[in-house]
């Protein structure tokens, strides 16, 4: 973990209209050292 403080995570819902770019869901079997990354989920999981 690169950050000690803690950050917040806000999810919106938006009308599809508005929506003009979306993120792409990758291969976690494909990911390499040095490829960015984002994680999602709980920790307690």
Same mark, same amino acid.
Not at 20 to 44: D, H, M, W, Y
């Given at each position: 973990?690169?950050?000690?403080?803690? /950050?917040?995570?806000?999810?919106?819902?938006?009308?599809?209209?508005?929506? /003009?770019?979306?993120?792409?869901?990758?291969?976690?079997?494909?990911?390499?050292?040095?490829?960015?990354?984002?994680?999602?989920? /709980?920790?307690?999981?």
């Amino acid at each position: 973990m690169l950050r000690s403080d803690p /950050t917040d995570l806000a999810v919106l819902e938006i009308p599809a209209k508005y929506v /003009t770019k979306v993120a792409k869901f990758g291969n976690s079997e494909k990911i390499k050292a040095g490829n960015q990354r984002l994680l999602s989920g /709980t920790p307690l999981d």
